[in-house]
């Protein structure tokens, strides 16, 4: 009883002292947003994700309510009849927030720049960016389906020249969003305020503060005691106090987002796609579903949620556990139970490290459950917890056994983009497969992503994703529902699916 009193306590220290970072209340009252996710620069290919849901920065074109693609800074394209030339038409009149104008220059000098980093515009095969007046070129060598979308991705947003310095790192972010940078406190703090000279519907609301916060009780708290009024990314166990929370309304968002296991998949103890198999044939998904995500039917057999079209593939053979089955599979690999019970090849057990992070908070919950799961079949997992960057810096050293990560397939709303980006070599990505290649399946994308005809392009993307369900270089675990909490004196509040932009200047703050 004292330790659950002690906890409770911690709890609410650590609540209190986010609460402080929030500033003192203003003759305008600031609209206050929570969410665990931090940042460290104001790097677009890093952490322009932040400044995209905060409107700060916008791109050449942007993803609707209906997940279409829609005019931003470019009012109207046109592509040549090769396929290979698009022309850009921008908006007229746009500033940026230093004062600097909008125009074919800047936006050449942002997408250079985008290019020369890490992002899903590194996989369009541009030969060139070229300006004729108002107007921007880009040059291709060949057919690429997904320019659009990529160009809608938040590492492609549009930036002022001032922005960055000599070596083209920004460190002093100008967009043309409906918001301006009013403070920056990195990890943790970013506070916006409203851009008056806005080309288009100006924000209702005038100052905008987001607050991070790892410990999901405590940003829960933040939402309960009215200190935050919109808390993404909720720990499902937080919902039912909330729920009691006469203030406080609970949405529940499904997105294109798929919890999975990213393998090390030349690791001497998963590089058969038989024991990958095995692994997730030992997965008790609809346990995890239900007792853990608290989301029951969200359970992933397969990468891509049913909102990704083309890539769900509908009839899929694996839909519940199977023991038997995955013992027979790791045998088949030359594993042996020991007096333990637990598996043995050549005299070496079967131990695998798990690398997860806490700030999405289901995630350590989740990986306890496999732990146990796996141990059913013989499988020791020792788990790490750690933030997120541990991910990515294991997987770029090579140290990654097992990943524990939530990945949204939707970005770019078609994944062929991404999967372009993440399987473009053998090594993988930070966030996609690591130590996977497939002469097959890297065709698959090559044609995908020249593939006008909406029946071939579906066929193509169902053989794609039967490969990746076989060999499972990742293997899915559950698909994602963002739960939020909203103060109900916010009105007019909408949640993006692709988790682009929070849409905070649609919104109104009602005391």
């Known amino acids: 009883m004292k330790s659950r009193i002690f906890a409770l306590a911690a709890i609410a220290v650590v609540a209190t002292l986010g609460i402080r970072q929030f500033s003192q209340p203003e003759t305008q009252p600031a609209l206050k947003i929570s969410g665990p996710f931090e940042f460290s620069s104001q790097d677009l290919s890093k952490d322009g994700y932040m400044f995209t849901r905060m409107q700060v920065v916008e791109s050449l074109v942007a993803i609707n309510k209906k997940g279409q693609v829609e005019p931003q800074l470019a009012v109207a394209w046109s592509v040549s009849p090769d396929d290979l030339t698009w022309t850009f038409e921008l908006r007229e009149g746009v500033t940026f927030h230093d004062g600097s104008k909008l125009d074919a220059a800047a936006v050449k000098n942002a997408l250079k720049n985008a290019m020369a980093k890490p992002g899903v515009i590194k996989r369009a095969p541009i030969t060139e960016i070229a300006t004729d007046g108002d107007q921007l070129i880009i040059q291709l060598s060949k057919p690429y389906n997904p320019m659009l979308t990529v160009l809608a991705h938040y590492t492609v947003a549009i930036a002022s020249p001032n922005s960055y310095n000599q070596e083209g790192v920004a460190t002093s972010l100008a ?42 009780e405590s940003r829960a708290l933040l939402a309960q005691t009215g200190q935050a009024d919109i808390v993404y990314t909720l720990d499902p166990a937080s919902v039912a106090p909330l729920q009691q929370t006469d203030t406080v309304e609970i949405v529940r968002e499904s997105i294109p987002r798929t919890i999975l296991l990213k393998l090390n998949n030349e690791h001497p103890y998963l590089n058969s796609y038989q024991t990958r198999q095995a692994l997730s044939l030992a997965l008790d998904r609809s346990g995890i579903s239900q007792q853990i995500i608290r989301m029951p039917g969200s359970e992933a057999y397969q990468l891509f949620a049913p909102s990704l079209g083309a890539w769900h593939i509908e009839k899929f053979t694996q839909t519940s556990r199977d023991l038997v089955k995955a013992k027979e599979l790791l045998t088949s690999q030359g594993w042996q139970v020991n007096e333990q019970g637990m598996l043995e090849r050549d005299g070496q057990p079967f131990v695998v490290n798990l690398t997860t992070y806490s700030d999405r908070p289901e995630l350590p919950v989740v990986a306890t459950a496999i732990q146990a799961q796996l141990k059913e079949v013989g499988i020791e997992v ?17 140290t990654i056994e097992l990943g524990l990560v939530a990945r949204n397939f939707g970005a770019t709303v078609d994944p062929l983009a991404l999967l372009l980006k993440d399987f473009a070599e053998h090594k993988g990505s930070d966030w996609g497969p690591t130590n996977w290649s497939s002469a097959e399946f890297s065709q698959l994308l090559n044609r995908l992503s020249t593939t006008k005809d909406a029946a071939s392009y579906q066929q193509q993307a169902q053989q794609a994703s039967q490969i990746l369900a076989k060999k499972m270089p990742l293997i899915p675990i559950t698909f994602y529902t963002q739960l939020v ?15 682009i932009n929070y849409r905070i200047s649609e919104m109104t703050l009602n005391d």
């Open 175 to 216: 967009g043309t969003g409906p918001y301006q940078i009013e403070e920056l406190v990195p990890p943790h703090k970013i506070h916006v305020t409203r851009y008056d000279n806005y080309w288009g519907e100006k924000a209702k609301i005038e100052k905008v503060q987001y607050l991070a916060g790892h410990r999901a």
């Open 382 to 398: 020792d788990i790490s917890i750690d933030n997120s960057s541990a991910i990515p810096a294991k997987h770029q050293d090579g």
């Open 485 to 499: 909490a909203v103060n109900k004196k916010v009105g007019n509040f909408s949640f993006d699916p692709f988790e």
